[in-house]
Nanobody, 124 residues
Framework: VQLQASGGGLVQAGGSLRLSCAVS????????IAWFRQAPGKEREGVAC????????VYSDSVKGRFTISRDYLQDTMYLQMNSVKPEDTAVYHC??????????????????WGQGTQVTVSS
């Protein structure tokens, strides 16, 4: 399984950004794909997860209502739409995946497959 994240950059507070994660080698059915982020000096944080087969989504409280996770089955790509961004959203964002369901969708220990990070910087 390979994951390739992209779309990071510099954005002003209150603005929007969309991250993409191209996934290969994963059977989308019976799987979970998630976004995590890590800011300097802080622990890795689970941000959002989308699970098959019903596309249920889970969000951390810190991004709920502002971020939206989705996936395109035809393109084998997952997205994270980030709206109303804040300086505290500044971090390196990673996408991760697993085959099979999990009861801890925002726990990084549940995910064996990781992509490289993409930097998101929000200026105030």
């Amino acid at each position: 399984v390979q994951l390739q994240a992209s779309g990071g950059g510099l954005v002003q507070a209150g603005g929007s950004l969309r991250l993409s994660c191209a996934v290969s080698g994963l059977t989308f059915g019976n799987s979970a794909i998630a976004w995590f982020r890590q800011a300097p000096g802080k622990e890795r944080e689970g941000v959002a997860c989308i699970v098959s087969d019903n596309d249920d989504t889970v969000y951390s409280d810190s991004v709920k209502g502002r971020f939206t996770i989705s996936r395109d089955y035809l393109q084998d790509t997952m997205y994270l739409q980030m709206n109303s961004v804040k300086p505290e959203d500044t971090a390196v964002y990673h996408c991760a995946s697993r085959q099979g369901m999990t009861r801890l969708p925002l726990d990084s220990n549940e995910y064996p497959y990781w992509g490289q990070g993409t930097q998101v910087t929000v200026s105030s």
